[in-house]
């Protein structure tokens, strides 16, 4: 084997790979993958919260399109509790702050940065 062919086989393993990224990123974004949800696009359900009854049974609560539902699972079949439970409002500019102390080290560190060339201009 010589240089040349090596190359080759590199060359086509590349596109090959490339070509399979395109077709995921493709799929994703026409919907086509299950579960997940198209770039843009907002999810319409999810779990809140999950808490533990007992060893079998669990409390679920669920929203979708803006409603919440709870939900008690572990039985033969699952009990719908109470439904339509109009969800709370979005979480207001002084609850968000503790938010971003969640932010990575990194990413506040580079606010910081930031912050810093700001003050030196002005």
Known sequence: MDFSEIFRFAAALAFILGLIGVCAVLARRLGLVPGATPVGG???LGIVEVKAVDAKHRLLLIRRDGKEHLILTGGEHPLLIEAGIDAPAPIETEQAA???MALPSHVVQFQRIVEFIKERRA
């Open 42 to 44: 907002q999810r319409r």
């Open 98 to 100: 503790p938010a971003q």
